[in-house]
Nanobody
Framework: QVQLVESGGGLVQAGGSLRLSCAAS????????MGWHRQAPGKQREWIAT???????NYADDVKGRFTISRDNAKNTVYLQMNSLKSEDTAVYYC?????????????WGQGTQVTVSS
């Protein structure tokens, strides 16, 4: 059974940094795109960043220059380094990935990790 497990969330002061991790496991043959989204209270889930297996990276304008996505394909893990955090970055952060298992390609989501930035 495929699982994506995020970690690294927490409480940080504005201007600080956090590093999120998301490890995928469970019958995975291959992983293509991995990415991060977030959902703030009362708002829709929004896309933050994407990393393809080939190395391409894309960022939402709100986080460009402050957040960095990276991945370790050997560990099936994607990271999100978040610097210069602002109060408006407060949200639940979710990772997702396009995974190939024994049956098919499918998009999977983690359970989310809370990031709270105090001003």
């Amino acid at each position: 059974q495929v699982q994506l497990v995020e970690s690294g969330g927490g409480l940080v002061q504005a201007g600080g940094s956090l590093r999120l991790s998301c490890a995928a496991s469970g019958g995975i043959i291959s992983i293509n795109t991995m990415g991060w989204h977030r959902q703030a209270p009362g708002k829709q889930r929004e896309w933050i960043a994407t990393s393809t297996r080939g190395g391409s990276k894309n960022y939402a304008d709100d986080v460009k220059g402050r957040f960095t996505i990276s991945r370790d394909n050997a560990k099936n893990t994607v990271y999100l380094q978040m610097n210069s955090l602002k109060s408006e970055d407060t949200a639940v952060y979710y990772c997702n990935a396009d995974l190939l298992t024994s049956t098919t390609w499918r998009n999977y989501w983690g359970q989310g990790t809370q990031v709270t930035v105090s001003s």
